[in-house]
Each structure stands twice: as structure tokens, then as C-alpha cells.
């Protein structure tokens, strides 16, 4: 299979009820994908109209999905019990329990592998982690492994829907700069997977709310590989990037779920596992507010740039 099927396969299963429009783009646009060998840094952009990427930055989201659960497991008691409790909590709240701090210790780990891999020039050079399945395993049989390989595939999939519409721009033309661009193409990858899940959900019997928090929390997390794959001192805008943060703020401000939804939860604990792998200083603060909670801290990690 070509990657160009590959990659519609993939955007088709993220939001099958996109199905008419994905297909619109295809004929329209005719979108070309291309695997290019492994080379150093991060590859996923559009280079003379396709959209290039290699096999290493794959890997490199495969594991932010795998530390990101590693963060959920060590934090989300912490501030599941600073809701319930109104128990201050900070990025010093480690937690007691020793499977949550061999969690949090293997989120760090795996945080590690992220930024060496983007360093090398061919994943083979890569020891791959044991606690880790590899990508060409398929999708893990425990519920754990199954739920991670879901979110990975659709924060691929918004990367992807990203990519395609910078595609589109330089096709159609645009009189954006290039910060609005990137803002327009996150809005665009936002809106095909969130917009039309209450179809979904009428087709495929999902509890809507269900399928919302889980497409959120993969967009979240396509949200923090920029983080994760980027030095801090980089966090900020530059020549052809608005801040990171930024970008977040459009995500949170968009969702339209509840304040203490599933989504904040996992989206507090990477946050707070970003803040701790880094060193920044998150306040003692209640999370009675969970998405209040979320958003100070993304606060904090903008104003450590």
C-alpha cells in the first residue's frame, strides 16, 4: 500500500463520518505523501506541494504516546484527589505510591529517548525501549497498550489533517502570515475531527461524549509533541512558528466539554509531567476546577520561555 493510501486510511478511520469530505480533498487536491529516509531532527512538513516524513519522527510520537499514559498513571490520582480533597498540588506533589513514581520515572525515561532520537539519522541507531511495543507490533492486546494506539493514531491522523491543509494553501493561496497559517491549519485538523462526532455517534451507537473526550485528549496530545520535541527555549514564537502555548490556548478554548471531563484529567497529568520532566515550578494550587487546573498550568509553562 502506498503512503498515500496509508495516510487516507488512517484519516478516514480517526473521523469515518468525514468519509464524502476526505474524499472531496483527495480528488481536489490529489494530496501526495512521501516517506523519505530517516534524516536528523524532526520530519513532517510540506515541501514542494507533499507532505514529507520519516519513519524516525513516527517513533518519536509512537513514544509521547506511551510517556503520556506513563504521566496519566503518576498524576491523574494526585489531582484526582486534590478535586475531591481540595488538596493543594504541585510539580514537588510527588506522588507516594510506588507504582506512580516508577510511572513517573519511566514518563522521564521515555521523554529522554524522545529528544535522542530526534539527534540521530536512522532509527536503527535507537535501542528501543522494553516496556515500549514497537509500532510494527500492531495494536497491543491490553486495554492500556489498545487505548494509547488509538490515541496515536488519531493525533497522527490531526498531523496529518494539518499537513493537508498547508496543501491546500499553497494550492488556493492565502493572504495569511505565516503564524495565521499554522493557527488556520491546527483550526482546520480541529475542526474534521470534533465537528461532526454527534453523526458519528448517531451511525455508530459511541456515547458522543466518549468519543469527544477521546478525540480531544489526541489532539491535546498532538499538542504537547511540539513540546516535546522542541528545546525550551524554542517554546516561543519564531521566524515561522507562532508559540506553542498559543496554539494550546486555541484548543481549550474551543472544547466545548465539561470542566471536570476525562479529556482534563489526561491533559493536566502531561502537563504536569511536561512542567516536572523541565524543571518548571508549577504553585501549590487546588484542582477544583479541573480545566482551570489545565490551564494555569499551561500558563506556567508559557511564562518559563
Known amino acids: 500500500m502506498s503512503e498515500n493510501e496509508v495516510i487516507k486510511s488512517l484519516l478516514l478511520a480517526a473521523a469515518p463520518e468525514k468519509y464524502d469530505e476526505i474524499m472531496i480533498l483527495w480528488t481536489q487536491y490529489e494530496p501526495n505523501f ?3 529516509e530517516d534524516c536528523r531532527d524532526f520530519s513532517l512538513s510540506v515541501i514542494f506541494g507533499s507532505v514529507v516524513f520519516d519513519h524516525k519522527s513516527m517513533c518519536q510520537m509512537w513514544l509521547l504516546g506511551f510517556a503520556a499514559q506513563k504521566a496519566f498513571h503518576a498524576y491523574s490520582p494526585l489531582i484526582t484527589l486534590s478535586n ?3 488538596l493543594p498540588i504541585s ?5 507516594d505510591d510506588a507504582t506512580q513514581k516508577k510511572q513517573l520515572k519511566q514518563f522521564s525515561s521515555l521523554m529522554d529517548d524522545i529528544i535522542k532520537i530526534k539527534s540521530m539519522s ?3 541507531e535507537f535501542v528501543w525501549p522494553a516496556n515500549v511495543p514497537h509500532p510494527e507490533q500492531g495494536k497491543p492486546k491490553d486495554v492500556d497498550g489498545a487505548m494509547i494506539f488509538d490515541l496515536n493514531c488519531i493525533s497522527g491522523a490531526y498531523c496529518f489533517l494539518h499537513e493537508l491543509q498547508h496543501i491546500r494553501f499553497g494550492v488556493d493561496g492565502t493572504g495569511l502570515d505565516v503564524y495565521q497559517e499554522e493557527h488556520a491549519c491546527d483550526k ?3 475542526s474534521m475531527l470534533l465537528d461532526d462526532i454527534e453523526k458519528y455517534s448517531e451511525s455508530s451507537g459511541y456515547d458522543k461524549g466518549i468519543v469527544t473526550s477521546k478525540r480531544a485528549m489526541s489532539i491535546g496530545l498532538a499538542s504537547f509533541l511540539l513540546l516535546a520535541i522542541t528545546s525550551k527555549e524554542r517554546w516561543g514564537q519564531t521566524d515561522t512558528h507562532p508559540k506553542i502555548c498559543d496554539r494550546i490556548y ?3 478554548n474551543e472544547l466545548d466539554l465539561r470542566d471536570n471531563d476525562y479529556f482534563w484529567l489526561y491533559f493536566g497529568s502531561l502537563a504536569l509531567g511536561i512542567a516536572y520532566y523541565h524543571s518548571i515550578t508549577i504553585n501549590p494550587m487546588v484542582a477544583s476546577n479541573i480545566k482551570e487546573f489545565c490551564i494555569n498550568i ?3 509553562l508559557d511564562a518559563s520561555t
Request: proline share 4%; net charge negative.
Open 250 to 252: 486555541n484548543l481549550t
Open 298 to 300: 499551561i500558563e506556567d
Open 34 to 36: 512521501s516517506l523519505r
Open 188 to 190: 482546520f485538523a480541529r
Open 84 to 86: 475531591l480533597q481540595n
Open 91 to 95: 510539580t514537588d506533589s510527588l506522588p
Open 122 to 124: 536512522d532509527i536503527s
